[in-house]
């Protein structure tokens, strides 16, 4: 499809319920805008799904907290943080604006007209990056999809957690090769990770949020943080 006019996309919304345990009534739903058009970013993935609901587990955590997500497209995720009560900042490459379309689209939707949408180049210090608000939490659901931009992700990654030494930066990968490795990344960057088992926080299923995602797919969670003084002993 081009995209090159002033044509209007065709837009496809899909909800996603949140519900707590059965002993509470709580529970959230979101709207997500999907763009019916085969490019990355602009549908829900599976990593999202299981992503937004680790944050739906850990609510609690994210009420004032700020909060960046990198590569957000449809920014599932990012929604259902800011609707947690962090505040939020959604991002996504400057070279992708329909992305970065999208994003807001997504905060439409939700009536989240606060969350900022800011374009952001993985691997780059640019001074948007330079100047964002210090974030406590980075989200990134299926960032590590291409190898060649696996290093770039996690230079952005290592400059924000060197901001705040004590923030996260909590993502989700679908396995695709078993030859794909961010294992010597992280030691050039100083950087240890944590693996995050699914049944932890009840993502261990086919079907999540009232969706089909993340179906057959594999999917794994972890958690990036600087290493420290006696990780480095």
């Not at 299981?50 to 700020?66: M, S």
């Not at 980075?138 to 705040?164: C, H, Q």
């Not at 679908?174 to 990770?193: G, N, V, Y």
Request: aromatic letters at 8%; one cysteine or more.
């Amino acid at each position: 499809m081009d995209h090159s006019g002033a044509e209007i996309p065709n837009i496809a919304y899909k909800a996603f319920t949140f519900e707590a345990n059965k002993n509470t009534l709580q529970s959230l739903t979101v709207s997500i805008p999907e763009v019916l058009d085969p490019q990355y970013g602009m549908y829900v993935w599976p990593c999202a799904v299981v992503l937004a609901q680790y944050l739906w587990t850990h609510r609690e955590e994210l009420r004032q907290k700020t909060v960046l997500e990198l590569g957000a497209g449809v920014s599932l995720p990012g929604v259902v943080a800011a609707k947690c009560g962090a505040k939020v900042i959604l991002s996504d490459s400057m070279e992708l604006p329909h992305c970065l379309e999208n994003c807001r689209r997504s905060c439409e939707a939700n009536s989240l007209p606060h969350v900022l949408v800011l374009g952001l180049t993985w691997g780059e210090i640019s001074p948007d990056l330079v100047l964002l608000p210090t974030p406590d939490i980075i989200l990134g659901s299926d960032v590590f999809y291409e190898p060649e931009d696996f290093e770039n992700v996690l230079v952005t990654i290592a400059f924000l957690l060197r901001k705040n030494p004590k923030a996260q930066f909590w993502t989700t990968y679908q396995e695709r090769s078993a030859d794909w490795s961010i294992e010597a990344l992280l030691h050039r960057w100083k950087l240890r990770c944590v693996d995050v088992p699914l049944e932890r926080f009840n993502a261990n299923k086919a079907q999540l949020a009232g969706s089909t995602l993340p179906g057959s797919h594999t999917v794994q969670m972890m958690i990036i943080t600087l290493k420290t003084e006696e990780d480095r002993l």
